[in-house]
């Protein structure tokens, strides 16, 4: 796997001129949408006689409003047509929109800013297929975390900046408005020339014939989407998330104003805080997840939003003060850090869990459908964040307060999350294994690139403790179908794991033939369907440290569906408390210490004509070596 850092993606020609038109539209998009909502937040009567706690929930919702009723179209027009000049020609309307905000804010029309932010989301709307179905065309599949992590952090960096200057900007005295609406068209501008550097992106399906009935077209992708259950359950994963986030941001300009008591600047710091910690954590996924596709990170993810965004209700409630403050005077508080630390880790918890599943859903659905599905995506999320600001216009007009629609938000989040990783448990299979190499050992993986990213083969490796298929599992790209002796696939609480890794348990012919028989089926149908299949050709762990002899059972699944045979070694768990090693197992993981040393080696794939038992021991020693 490349080991180069995602920073490097910036200098080149695949990735930089589209990261920058990616960055330039969050920025205008909210330098634009935060000066209407603080100038009517702080100065509402010279605008509108209408509520402003109304106004904060309903015009974000009439910002996503177009990915609602456009999303469809827009999916098949980025699948139909080359995305470079698409990229171009939404920029184009990028300009216009900015230009009738201007007379908006130079007339002091309010609905006539209205039209240019339900604008502004009409062009997110078309960027959007366009965005995440660019990145699989110019990445490679070990470049996808970082590229993603990148995309995230320069659009919540771009939000962050955009909040900040459209905050700052619109109380200006006595330019302001005038800055804003001049402003918003310069960036347009600035994004429409680093469009034009973009390189040629060749549609996916030249002859899609378009359907131009949003809601047939609607239903059409959305069923489409829900045919790949993964796919469909990370797409309501990421709806979820912005119906979190949705819900949280809206409520900023009111809670730092009434609850906090702080001027605008006390907004823009939170809205600081919370941009900051998102793009930590999305820059911070390439680390975690060791340059792959590491969907363990997605349950990390969702229980700091919980934990965090509960905590954020109870510095809120042990916030005493009532006189209005600055930025100074805020931090001077107490409570104030913590409730600023809330904010932080919310944002890099939302990067955990936003950026993994935006690359899931790149490297698992249909390349020739990628757009549509992004469109679909946009579609649900649409929904979602619709859903979050008629949730807290209700709860609110119910009395709650908004640090208890925080709480419940929290708390949701924990039921929702629970709910979808139990019927994807691979989300929660991956996290196990991911916590296991994180916390209890420091592994060090070698060419585990030569692990296929598509296609049949068998991963043979030898067998020396109880959490060698999660070891293995971590380091894998896919989905692997591990088959375990029947006695170890029983063990309690393993066996849930195993059994939803949908691993296959074998036992030997003089104990339960028909076991066996079984077995053998369900690995030479998992290699039909191109799946990857581990097995310990041992046949049992290991009780002295040392490779036992391989069993034939290997030459018997080979002869029956000829695939390449990819050969590993485990190093460095014997002594471990997870093997047969003598003494007690707490007693040694204790000197072995924290973050122990283990290693997973790969060796060349093996052809099919070549595979014994005899050979891939002696492949699989030579890779281990030493060091047990």
């Not at 990261?19 to 209407?36: C, E, H």
């Not at 709307?125 to 490679?140: D, E, I, N």
């Not at 880790?345 to 659905?365: K, S």
Request: glycine share 8%; proline share 5%.
């Amino acid at each position: 796997m490349s080991q180069s850092s995602q920073f490097s993606l910036l200098a080149q020609r695949r990735f930089g001129p589209f990261f920058s038109t990616q960055f330039l539209g969050a920025f205008n998009d909210n330098v634009f949408k935060t000066a209407l909502l603080t100038i009517l937040t702080y100065d509402t009567l010279s605008w509108t006689k209408l509520p402003v706690d109304l106004l904060n929930n309903l015009l974000p919702g009439l910002f996503i409003l177009p990915f609602l009723l456009f999303s469809a179209s827009a999916g098949q027009l980025a699948d139909k047509f080359e995305k470079s000049r698409l990229a171009r020609y939404v920029k184009v309307l990028e300009i216009a929109i900015m230009v009738i905000a201007a007379f908006g804010w130079m007339t002091h029309n309010l609905w006539l800013l209205v039209a240019a932010l339900i604008g502004m989301g009409l062009h997110s709307t078309m960027f959007g297929p366009v965005k995440y179905a660019y990145l699989p065309q110019h990445l490679k599949q070990d470049e996808l975390v970082g590229g993603n992590g990148l995309i995230e952090m320069g659009t919540f960096v771009g939000i962050l900046l955009g909040e900040v200057l459209g905050a700052v900007l619109v109380v200006h005295k006595p330019w302001g408005i005038e800055l804003v609406a001049g402003g918003a068209i310069a960036i347009a501008v600035l994004g429409w020339l680093a469009s034009r550097s973009i390189p040629f992106s060749p549609p996916a399906q030249a002859d899609l014939k378009i359907n131009w009935n949003p809601f047939s077209e609607t239903v059409r992708n959305i069923r489409f989407t829900s045919k790949n259950r993964p796919v469909f359950l990370a797409v309501l994963g990421n709806s979820w998330f912005w119906f979190y986030g949705f819900l949280f941001m809206a409520q900023f300009p009111v809670y730092a104003k009434d609850y906090l008591h702080g001027d605008h600047d006390v907004f823009v710091l939170l809205l600081t805080a919370f941009s900051l910690g998102i793009g930590a954590g999305s820059l911070l996924c390439e680390k975690l997840s060791g340059h792959k596709v590491e969907i363990g990170l997605v349950p990390f993810g969702s229980i700091g939003l919980s934990i965090f965004g509960f905590d954020l209700f109870l510095a809120s409630i042990g916030y005493s003060n009532t006189v209005q403050v600055d930025i100074a005077g805020f931090v001077a508080q107490t409570g104030s850090m913590r409730i600023l630390f809330d904010c932080v880790m919310i944002g890099v918890f939302g990067g955990f869990y936003i950026v993994p599943l935006f690359a899931m859903i790149q490297t698992r659905c249909d390349p020739q459908h990628m757009s549509r599905t992004i469109a679909g995506m946009n579609i649900v999320n649409a929904l979602f964040m619709i859903g979050a600001a008629l949730v807290a216009m209700i709860l609110l007009k119910f009395g709650l307060t908004i640090p208890q629609l925080f709480m419940v938000t929290a708390i949701l989040n924990a039921f929702v999350a629970l709910y979808i990783f139990s019927l994807v448990p691979e989300f929660l299979i991956r996290f196990v294994a991911w916590l296991l190499i994180h916390t209890i050992h420091r592994v060090r993986w070698v060419d585990v690139d030569r692990i296929p990213e598509e296609g049949a083969a068998v991963l043979v490796c030898n067998h020396v403790s109880y959490v060698d298929a999660i070891v293995i599992m971590a380091a894998s790209p896919r989905p692997i179908r591990f088959v375990m002796d029947h006695r170890i696939f029983k063990i309690p609480v393993m066996s849930w794991l195993f059994r939803n890794a949908k691993a296959i348990p074998i036992a030997p012919a003089k104990e339960d033939p028909a076991m066996m028989e079984r077995a053998y089926d369900a690995i030479a149908q998992a290699l039909q369907e191109g799946e990857l299949v581990c097995i310990f050709p041992e046949g049992r762990l290991t009780g002295s440290g040392e490779m036992n002899e391989f069993k034939g059972g290997i030459k018997k699944i080979i002869e029956r569906t000829p695939v390449p045979v990819i050969p590993m070694a485990l190093c460095g768990l014997w002594g471990s408390m997870w093997t047969r090693s003598e003494g007690n197992p707490f007693g040694r993981s204790f000197r072995r210490g924290p973050l122990s040393r283990l290693a997973l080696v790969v060796g060349q794939p093996v052809a099919p004509a070549e595979v014994t038992p005899e050979t891939l021991h002696q492949k699989v020693a030579a890779l281990r070596g030493e060091w047990k």
